[in-house]
Protein backbone atom coordinates (compact mmCIF):
# COMPACT_ATOMS: atom_id res chain seq x y z
CA UNK A 1 0.00 0.00 0.00
CA UNK A 2 1.47 3.65 -0.63
CA UNK A 3 2.17 5.82 1.93
CA UNK A 4 -1.19 7.32 1.59
CA UNK A 5 -4.12 5.30 1.28
CA UNK A 6 -5.87 6.43 -1.75
CA UNK A 7 -10.19 6.72 -2.05
CA UNK A 8 -12.31 7.09 -5.30
CA UNK A 9 -16.13 8.61 -3.56
CA UNK A 10 -18.72 7.68 -6.02
CA UNK A 11 -21.61 10.64 -5.15
CA UNK A 12 -21.56 14.09 -5.14
CA UNK A 13 -25.38 14.34 -3.62
CA UNK A 14 -26.25 15.81 0.25
CA UNK A 15 -24.91 13.35 1.77
CA UNK A 16 -21.76 12.09 -0.36
CA UNK A 17 -20.24 15.12 0.94
CA UNK A 18 -20.04 14.04 4.56
CA UNK A 19 -17.65 11.10 3.29
CA UNK A 20 -15.73 14.09 1.02
CA UNK A 21 -15.10 16.24 3.66
CA UNK A 22 -14.29 13.40 6.16
CA UNK A 23 -11.47 11.81 4.12
CA UNK A 24 -9.94 15.48 3.58
CA UNK A 25 -9.71 15.50 7.33
CA UNK A 26 -7.88 12.34 6.82
CA UNK A 27 -3.52 13.57 6.60
CA UNK A 28 -3.04 10.11 5.62
CA UNK A 29 -5.69 9.67 3.04
CA UNK A 30 -5.94 10.82 -0.60
CA UNK A 31 -8.88 11.62 -2.20
CA UNK A 32 -7.69 10.65 -5.55
CA UNK A 33 -11.62 11.06 -7.34
CA UNK A 34 -14.85 11.65 -7.16
CA UNK A 35 -17.27 9.97 -9.45
CA UNK A 36 -20.78 11.92 -10.00
CA UNK A 37 -23.00 10.59 -13.28
CA UNK A 38 -25.09 13.62 -12.92
CA UNK A 39 -22.98 16.47 -14.46
CA UNK A 40 -24.98 19.04 -12.85
CA UNK A 41 -23.30 18.63 -9.98
CA UNK A 42 -19.46 18.63 -11.13
CA UNK A 43 -19.24 22.76 -11.22
CA UNK A 44 -19.88 22.55 -7.34
CA UNK A 45 -17.60 19.48 -6.71
CA UNK A 46 -14.70 21.41 -8.55
CA UNK A 47 -15.42 24.14 -5.90
CA UNK A 48 -14.82 21.46 -2.92
CA UNK A 49 -11.61 21.28 -4.60
CA UNK A 50 -10.57 24.14 -4.73
CA UNK A 51 -11.63 25.35 -1.61
CA UNK A 52 -9.18 22.14 -0.07
CA UNK A 53 -6.30 23.20 -2.55
CA UNK A 54 -6.64 19.94 -4.62
CA UNK A 55 -6.02 20.54 -8.14
CA UNK A 56 -4.87 17.02 -8.49
CA UNK A 57 -8.08 15.45 -7.43
CA UNK A 58 -10.49 14.19 -10.79
CA UNK A 59 -14.12 14.49 -11.52
CA UNK A 60 -15.46 12.11 -13.87
CA UNK A 61 -18.89 10.68 -14.61
CA UNK A 62 -16.81 7.20 -14.80
CA UNK A 63 -15.54 5.06 -11.97
CA UNK A 64 -13.21 3.06 -14.91
CA UNK A 65 -11.82 6.32 -15.97
CA UNK A 66 -11.11 7.38 -12.17
CA UNK A 67 -9.42 4.58 -11.61
CA UNK A 68 -7.28 4.29 -15.16
CA UNK A 69 -6.47 8.47 -13.93
CA UNK A 70 -5.14 6.42 -10.01
CA UNK A 71 -5.37 3.09 -8.77
CA UNK A 72 -7.17 3.81 -5.59
CA UNK A 73 -7.26 1.21 -1.88
CA UNK A 74 -10.83 2.21 -1.75
CA UNK A 75 -13.99 3.11 -3.21
CA UNK A 76 -16.30 4.77 -0.85
CA UNK A 77 -19.87 4.20 -2.68
CA UNK A 78 -22.17 6.86 -1.42
CA UNK A 79 -25.42 6.92 -3.42
CA UNK A 80 -29.15 6.27 -3.55
CA UNK A 81 -29.71 2.33 -2.54
CA UNK A 82 -30.52 1.12 -6.62
CA UNK A 83 -27.53 1.61 -8.13
CA UNK A 84 -25.49 0.01 -5.28
CA UNK A 85 -25.50 -3.12 -6.50
CA UNK A 86 -24.41 -2.31 -10.06
CA UNK A 87 -21.44 -0.40 -8.24
CA UNK A 88 -20.63 -2.96 -6.01
CA UNK A 89 -20.12 -5.46 -8.93
CA UNK A 90 -18.37 -2.55 -10.90
CA UNK A 91 -16.03 -2.26 -8.20
CA UNK A 92 -15.42 -5.73 -7.53
CA UNK A 93 -14.33 -6.56 -11.54
CA UNK A 94 -12.17 -3.40 -10.97
CA UNK A 95 -9.91 -4.93 -8.29
CA UNK A 96 -11.14 -2.95 -5.83
CA UNK A 97 -9.63 -4.03 -2.41
CA UNK A 98 -11.90 -2.36 -0.12
CA UNK A 99 -15.47 -1.34 -0.93
CA UNK A 100 -17.61 0.76 1.35
CA UNK A 101 -21.20 1.25 0.36
CA UNK A 102 -23.59 3.36 2.12
CA UNK A 103 -26.60 1.86 3.85
CA UNK A 104 -29.49 1.14 2.83
CA UNK A 105 -27.02 -1.77 1.33
CA UNK A 106 -28.75 -2.32 -2.26
CA UNK A 107 -32.43 -1.93 -2.95
CA UNK A 108 -33.78 -4.99 -1.52
CA UNK A 109 -32.94 -7.32 0.74
CA UNK A 110 -33.01 -9.86 -1.96
CA UNK A 111 -30.54 -7.68 -4.21
CA UNK A 112 -27.80 -7.59 -1.26
CA UNK A 113 -28.08 -11.48 -0.82
CA UNK A 114 -27.40 -11.83 -4.10
CA UNK A 115 -24.68 -9.52 -4.27
CA UNK A 116 -23.42 -10.88 -1.74
CA UNK A 117 -22.86 -13.83 -3.49
CA UNK A 118 -20.76 -12.01 -5.97
CA UNK A 119 -18.30 -10.63 -3.23
CA UNK A 120 -17.92 -14.14 -1.13
CA UNK A 121 -16.46 -15.25 -4.55
CA UNK A 122 -14.08 -12.52 -4.80
CA UNK A 123 -10.92 -10.85 -2.75
CA UNK A 124 -12.91 -8.03 -2.38
CA UNK A 125 -13.70 -6.41 1.42
CA UNK A 126 -17.02 -4.94 1.44
CA UNK A 127 -18.18 -2.72 4.48
CA UNK A 128 -21.58 -1.12 4.66
CA UNK A 129 -21.24 2.37 5.86
CA UNK A 130 -23.41 2.26 8.76
CA UNK A 131 -22.58 5.11 11.17
CA UNK A 132 -25.08 5.36 13.69
CA UNK A 133 -23.24 2.78 15.91
CA UNK A 134 -20.82 4.92 15.23
CA UNK A 135 -22.05 8.58 17.00
CA UNK A 136 -19.83 8.95 20.47
CA UNK A 137 -23.25 8.65 22.34
CA UNK A 138 -23.75 5.20 21.55
CA UNK A 139 -20.27 4.25 21.37
CA UNK A 140 -20.50 5.85 25.24
CA UNK A 141 -23.28 4.23 26.12
CA UNK A 142 -22.11 0.74 24.84
CA UNK A 143 -19.21 1.14 27.25
CA UNK A 144 -21.57 2.10 30.25
CA UNK A 145 -23.66 -0.91 29.24
CA UNK A 146 -20.38 -3.42 29.37
CA UNK A 147 -19.81 -1.97 32.94
CA UNK A 148 -23.19 -3.79 33.90
CA UNK A 149 -23.59 -0.05 35.45
CA UNK A 150 -27.35 -0.35 35.13
CA UNK A 151 -27.60 -3.93 36.04
CA UNK A 152 -30.15 -6.15 33.89
CA UNK A 153 -31.32 -4.08 31.45
CA UNK A 154 -34.96 -4.67 30.86
CA UNK A 155 -36.45 -1.98 29.07
CA UNK A 156 -34.72 0.61 26.14
CA UNK A 157 -36.95 2.90 23.65
CA UNK A 158 -35.64 5.16 21.12
CA UNK A 159 -37.92 7.82 20.08
CA UNK A 160 -36.61 9.13 16.60
CA UNK A 161 -38.24 12.71 16.03
CA UNK A 162 -36.34 14.83 12.99
CA UNK A 163 -39.65 16.97 13.04
CA UNK A 164 -38.67 16.76 8.60
CA UNK A 165 -41.40 15.18 7.66
CA UNK A 166 -44.76 17.35 7.52
CA UNK A 167 -46.23 19.26 3.97
CA UNK A 168 -45.98 19.40 0.36
CA UNK A 169 -41.91 19.50 0.45
CA UNK A 170 -41.48 17.14 3.24
CA UNK A 171 -37.77 15.93 2.04
CA UNK A 172 -37.46 18.21 -1.06
CA UNK A 173 -34.63 20.24 0.61
CA UNK A 174 -31.85 17.46 1.64
CA UNK A 175 -32.57 13.94 -0.10
CA UNK A 176 -35.66 14.43 -2.36
CA UNK A 177 -35.57 10.67 -3.39
CA UNK A 178 -37.10 10.01 0.01
CA UNK A 179 -40.53 10.76 -1.38
CA UNK A 180 -40.54 7.99 -3.80
CA UNK A 181 -39.30 4.98 -1.68
CA UNK A 182 -41.82 2.74 -0.87
CA UNK A 183 -40.51 1.75 1.63
CA UNK A 184 -39.30 4.61 4.07
CA UNK A 185 -39.20 5.00 7.68
CA UNK A 186 -37.43 1.48 8.43
CA UNK A 187 -35.75 1.07 5.41
CA UNK A 188 -34.33 4.13 5.51
CA UNK A 189 -33.81 5.55 8.93
CA UNK A 190 -35.39 2.71 11.15
CA UNK A 191 -32.45 0.31 10.00
CA UNK A 192 -30.15 2.65 11.54
CA UNK A 193 -31.71 1.74 14.80
CA UNK A 194 -32.25 -2.20 14.01
CA UNK A 195 -27.96 -2.11 13.83
CA UNK A 196 -27.72 0.35 17.05
CA UNK A 197 -30.01 -2.45 18.98
CA UNK A 198 -27.94 -5.05 17.74
CA UNK A 199 -24.73 -3.18 18.59
CA UNK A 200 -25.69 -2.57 22.17
CA UNK A 201 -27.96 -6.01 22.92
CA UNK A 202 -26.97 -8.03 21.01
CA UNK A 203 -29.45 -10.34 18.52
CA UNK A 204 -32.78 -10.60 19.62
CA UNK A 205 -35.26 -13.27 19.74
CA UNK A 206 -38.49 -12.22 18.22
CA UNK A 207 -39.91 -8.68 16.82
CA UNK A 208 -43.44 -7.23 16.41
CA UNK A 209 -43.93 -3.86 14.54
CA UNK A 210 -46.84 -1.04 13.76
CA UNK A 211 -46.52 1.46 10.62
CA UNK A 212 -48.44 3.57 9.22
CA UNK A 213 -48.34 6.85 6.90
CA UNK A 214 -49.30 10.11 7.44
CA UNK A 215 -47.92 12.51 4.66
CA UNK A 216 -50.07 11.78 1.58
CA UNK A 217 -46.99 13.54 -0.02
CA UNK A 218 -44.86 10.88 0.09
CA UNK A 219 -45.22 6.85 -1.34
CA UNK A 220 -43.54 5.19 1.54
CA UNK A 221 -44.56 5.25 5.93
CA UNK A 222 -43.38 8.08 7.91
CA UNK A 223 -44.42 6.57 11.28
CA UNK A 224 -44.29 3.84 13.26
CA UNK A 225 -42.76 1.05 16.05
CA UNK A 226 -41.19 -1.95 16.28
CA UNK A 227 -40.22 -4.08 19.19
CA UNK A 228 -37.03 -6.41 19.95
CA UNK A 229 -37.82 -9.31 22.41
CA UNK A 230 -35.03 -10.66 24.21
CA UNK A 231 -34.96 -14.26 26.28
CA UNK A 232 -33.89 -12.33 29.26
CA UNK A 233 -36.75 -10.28 29.24
CA UNK A 234 -35.32 -6.75 27.61
CA UNK A 235 -37.72 -5.24 25.00
CA UNK A 236 -36.25 -2.83 22.77
CA UNK A 237 -38.71 -0.34 21.17
CA UNK A 238 -37.64 2.03 18.46
CA UNK A 239 -40.73 4.64 17.83
CA UNK A 240 -40.17 6.51 15.32
CA UNK A 241 -42.26 9.61 13.99
CA UNK A 242 -40.48 11.87 11.09
CA UNK A 243 -43.67 14.43 11.68
CA UNK A 244 -42.88 15.28 15.47
CA UNK A 245 -39.51 16.78 16.67
CA UNK A 246 -37.76 16.95 20.22
CA UNK A 247 -36.53 19.28 23.03
CA UNK A 248 -32.80 20.64 21.01
CA UNK A 249 -31.55 23.19 18.67
CA UNK A 250 -30.43 20.95 16.12
CA UNK A 251 -33.26 17.97 15.72
CA UNK A 252 -30.73 16.02 13.61
CA UNK A 253 -28.07 15.72 15.67
CA UNK A 254 -29.10 12.88 17.59
CA UNK A 255 -32.38 12.48 15.62
CA UNK A 256 -34.25 12.22 18.68
CA UNK A 257 -34.20 10.80 22.68
CA UNK A 258 -33.55 7.30 24.53
CA UNK A 259 -34.32 5.70 27.51
CA UNK A 260 -32.62 2.96 28.71
CA UNK A 261 -33.70 1.12 31.99
CA UNK A 262 -32.47 -1.62 34.20
CA UNK A 263 -32.47 -2.78 37.48
CA UNK A 264 -29.69 -0.89 38.85
CA UNK A 265 -30.40 2.15 37.42
CA UNK A 266 -31.92 4.27 34.12
CA UNK A 267 -29.86 6.10 31.22
CA UNK A 268 -30.98 8.50 29.31
CA UNK A 269 -29.65 10.43 25.84
CA UNK A 270 -31.25 14.20 25.41
CA UNK A 271 -31.20 15.52 22.20
CA UNK A 272 -27.95 17.74 22.64
CA UNK A 273 -25.83 14.79 22.88
CA UNK A 274 -26.27 14.75 26.91
CA UNK A 275 -26.27 11.19 28.56
CA UNK A 276 -27.29 10.77 32.01
CA UNK A 277 -27.17 8.29 34.48
CA UNK A 278 -29.73 7.90 38.14
CA UNK A 279 -29.30 4.94 40.63
CA UNK A 280 -32.39 2.84 41.17
CA UNK A 281 -34.24 4.24 44.07
CA UNK A 282 -32.46 7.66 43.82
CA UNK A 283 -34.39 10.79 42.52
CA UNK A 284 -30.75 12.58 41.17
CA UNK A 285 -29.81 12.18 37.16
CA UNK A 286 -25.86 12.65 37.44
CA UNK A 287 -24.07 13.67 33.85
CA UNK A 288 -21.81 10.80 32.28
CA UNK A 289 -18.90 12.85 31.03
CA UNK A 290 -17.54 12.19 28.04
CA UNK A 291 -16.30 14.52 24.87
CA UNK A 292 -18.05 14.27 21.00
CA UNK A 293 -17.29 16.73 18.33
CA UNK A 294 -20.52 18.42 16.42
CA UNK A 295 -18.94 18.57 13.25
CA UNK A 296 -21.12 17.38 9.91
CA UNK A 297 -23.31 14.97 10.65
CA UNK A 298 -24.41 12.81 13.93
CA UNK A 299 -21.46 14.09 16.33
CA UNK A 300 -19.21 13.30 13.61
CA UNK A 301 -19.96 10.24 12.54
CA UNK A 302 -19.51 9.42 9.35
CA UNK A 303 -15.46 10.60 9.84
CA UNK A 304 -15.37 7.95 12.96
CA UNK A 305 -16.84 5.22 10.66
CA UNK A 306 -14.13 6.15 8.25
CA UNK A 307 -11.46 6.14 10.70
CA UNK A 308 -12.44 2.73 11.73
CA UNK A 309 -11.89 1.73 8.25
CA UNK A 310 -8.57 3.17 8.10
CA UNK A 311 -6.99 1.70 11.45
CA UNK A 312 -8.20 -1.57 9.96
CA UNK A 313 -5.84 -1.31 6.56
CA UNK A 314 -2.97 0.26 8.81
CA UNK A 315 -3.40 -1.34 12.04
CA UNK A 316 -5.05 -4.49 11.55
CA UNK A 317 -8.23 -3.81 13.51
CA UNK A 318 -11.07 -5.89 13.44
CA UNK A 319 -14.07 -4.19 11.08
CA UNK A 320 -17.67 -3.74 11.62
CA UNK A 321 -20.33 -3.85 9.45
CA UNK A 322 -19.18 -6.33 6.92
CA UNK A 323 -21.48 -7.12 4.56
CA UNK A 324 -21.69 -10.62 5.47
CA UNK A 325 -22.96 -9.31 9.30
CA UNK A 326 -24.80 -6.60 7.86
CA UNK A 327 -27.33 -9.00 6.31
CA UNK A 328 -28.58 -9.61 9.35
CA UNK A 329 -29.70 -5.97 9.78
CA UNK A 330 -31.45 -6.55 6.59
CA UNK A 331 -33.15 -9.68 6.98
CA UNK A 332 -34.60 -8.26 10.52
CA UNK A 333 -35.86 -5.10 8.59
CA UNK A 334 -37.84 -7.36 6.35
CA UNK A 335 -39.39 -9.54 9.76
CA UNK A 336 -40.19 -5.78 10.87
CA UNK A 337 -42.04 -4.95 7.48
CA UNK A 338 -43.95 -8.55 7.49
CA UNK A 339 -44.61 -8.24 11.27
CA UNK A 340 -46.56 -4.49 10.54
CA UNK A 341 -48.32 -6.38 7.54
CA UNK A 342 -49.42 -9.43 10.16
CA UNK A 343 -50.05 -7.93 13.35
CA UNK A 344 -48.10 -10.75 14.69
CA UNK A 345 -45.52 -11.41 16.53
CA UNK A 346 -42.30 -13.11 14.93
CA UNK A 347 -39.24 -15.20 15.79
CA UNK A 348 -35.96 -13.89 14.93
CA UNK A 349 -33.93 -16.74 15.16
CA UNK A 350 -34.76 -19.07 12.24
CA UNK A 351 -36.48 -16.39 9.86
CA UNK A 352 -33.65 -13.79 10.02
CA UNK A 353 -30.77 -16.23 10.31
CA UNK A 354 -31.98 -18.65 7.63
Known amino acids: MASKIRVAVIGGGYFA?????????????????????DRSKHEALKETVTTHGLPGLLITDSLSIALAHSAVDIIDIATPPPSHASLITEAIQLKCPLIICQKPFCGSLEAA?????????????????????????????????????????????????????????????????????????????????????????????ALSADLQKLNPAISGEDAGHFIFYYHHGLRAHFDGNRHLDHATENSRLTMGEMLIEGTNGCLSLHGNGDIHLRKFGHTKWHAIEYLFDDNDFGGDCVYHLQKHIIDHLQLNTPLENVASDYLQNQRLESLVYTAAQTHNRHSTTNKAKA
Open 17 to 37: HFHINAWLRMPTVEVSAIIET
Open 113 to 205: EEIHKTIASSDSKVVVHENFRFQPWFRKIKSVLDESSLGDVLQATFRLRPGDGQGQNAYLERQPYFRQMKQLLIHETGIHYIDVFRYLFGEPD
